[in-house]
């Protein structure tokens, strides 16, 4: 028996141990984990998740204008935020993938769909971490109950493959707890993650059950195991959020049925998670009034726009090298856009310390919010509130000009309907745009324009 060295990162292999993966760059990721002995020419080969060759046929290609998309069936989980996520719903005979921190609310959220699913479909819940009697209190707390929804206690993925062939769809928490009896490796290894992942994969495609999986991340919030694992499934979902707050965001970072860039807000209570239709009005709640280092930013999260609070803090420093720190936002994205706030705006805040937060635990990564960024902080740098009514929407360049954003008019109606009087707007290519209700555009070429369009 051959023994083999894998990367837990990126699934690397290596005849010896290395100190770093040559592959994805990590550090002391290398684990020992023997394989599996080679099989002889005699043996069958594993058969084909797609069906073909299990059915021992040969695959003949087709003409894709003879191919129907007919079997490709969508319904609803109940959840009309997770169904937004999942492209307008789950699809028959699909694997996904749903990836978190511990605690996040990954295994709470597939129990509650249960909810709904169970009406007309049966469910079997498969856990590797828990008891029978922990999932029935979990279920009796967020008010779960079905004679269709089925719970089995395993580990062992051929035991569970043997019970879901008779169901419409199969929840495995977690991945990282199964094994195959012909492995020879731990669960958890790289090669059992893959096995069993294929598996998974296998009873999707043949018998049209659909597979929800739950992965584990490390430490680094990448979801562990193989990078293999996100490629062989069809829809990687990744729970995000501060365990610690209420709120919680569901991103698909990978979909083959559908958009990538939509979100699903949920609200984290005692009787689990709650469906958030509104998430500029909960990112927005609380917000100080009348308060220096505060402006609004609308951003897209798919075709949605959502409102997000920038909060920025510039204070003399107390230090030699002045501090700058970014929350929620790119950290070289802040520091560039204070060092044109300095060199283009005219304020000199290259010797104070710069904090930069956005409120309710929202990731932005669009430029769209530069704009807002810049003012929250001549508005701390000068001690000067940008107003309760305003917000601002544009990319600032790096000789200080804005620059125009995409989907604008759907942004401005989300500013409008929430009440807000002004909005900033870049000069270039909104000369055709219209004011929405009452609400006053103001178009500004450069960052200093902007800054002096509110009186600083």
């Known amino acids: 028996m051959k ?53 021992g046929e040969r695959a003949r290609p087709q003409a894709i204008s003879s191919l129907s998309t007919a079997d490709e069936i969508r319904f609803s989980t109940g959840m009309a935020e997770f169904d937004r996520v999942l492209g307008g719903g789950a699809v028959s005979g699909s694997l996904v993938l749903v990836g978190g921190e511990p605690g996040i609310g990954k295994s709470t959220l597939l129990l509650q769909v249960c909810q709904y699913l169970c009406r007309d479909k049966t469910v079997l819940y498969v856990s590797g971490e828990e008891s029978p009697r922990q999932i029935k209190l979990r279920a009796a707390r967020l008010g779960v109950s079905s ?68 992965g584990h991340v490390n430490k680094d919030g990448q979801i562990a195991g193989p990078k293999v694992l996100e490629h062989m499934v069809d829809c990687v979902l990744s729970f995000e959020g501060d365990r610690h707050l209420s709120y919680r965001i569901v991103r698909a970072t990978k979909n083959r049925f559908g958009s990538t860039n939509e979100i699903g807000v ?56 002045p501090r700058r720190m970014a929350a929620g936002i790119d950290y070289n994205r802040a520091v560039l856009l204070m060092a044109v706030l300095e060199k283009r705006g005219g304020l000199a805040i290259a010797s104070a310390d710069a904090y930069v937060n956005v409120v309710g635990g929202l990731e932005i990564d669009e430029p769209a919010a530069d704009l807002a960024i810049v003012l929250a902080l001549a508005s701390s740098a000068r001690d000067l509130p940008v107003g309760d009514s305003v917000a601002a929407v544009g990319e600032v360049g790096l000789a200080g000009e804005l620059r125009m954003v995409s989907n604008l008019p759907a942004r401005l109606a989300e500013v409008a309907r929430l009440g807000f009087e002004r909005c900033l707007v870049p000069w270039q290519g909104t000369a055709a745009l219209k004011p929405i209700g009452n609400m006053q555009l103001t178009r500004v070429k450069t960052v200093r324009d902007a800054i002096a369009a509110l009186g600083g």
């Open 3 to 55: 023994t083999l060295f894998y990367c837990t990162q990126c699934g690397n292999e290596s005849s010896k141990w290395l100190g770093q993966c040559p592959a994805c760059k990590s550090w002391n990721t290398y684990d020992e984990a023997p394989t599996a002995p080679v099989a002889s020419k005699s043996k069958k080969a594993p058969a084909s998740p797609l069906g073909a060759v299990a059915r």
């Open 147 to 214: 004679d269709k929804l089925l719970v089995l206690a395993e580990t062992c993925l051929d035991d569970v493959l043997a019970e879901a062939v008779s169901t419409d769809i199969l929840i495995v928490d977690s991945i990282q707890t199964m094994h195959r009896r012909d492995a020879t490796s731990t669960p958890g290894s790289v090669s059992q993650v893959k096995d069993c992942t294929l598996a998974l994969m296998a009873l999707a495609k043949q018998e049209g059950v659909t597979v929800f999986v739950v």
């Open 266 to 321: 949920f609200d984290m209570g005692a009787q689990g998670l709650i469906e958030v239709p509104n998430p500029s009005e909960m990112l927005l709640a609380g917000r100080p009034l009348r308060t220096p280092g505060c402006c609004v930013a609308c951003v897209m999260e798919g075709s949605r726009p959502l409102l997000a609070e920038i909060q920025a803090l510039v204070t003399p420093t107390a230090y030699g090298n």
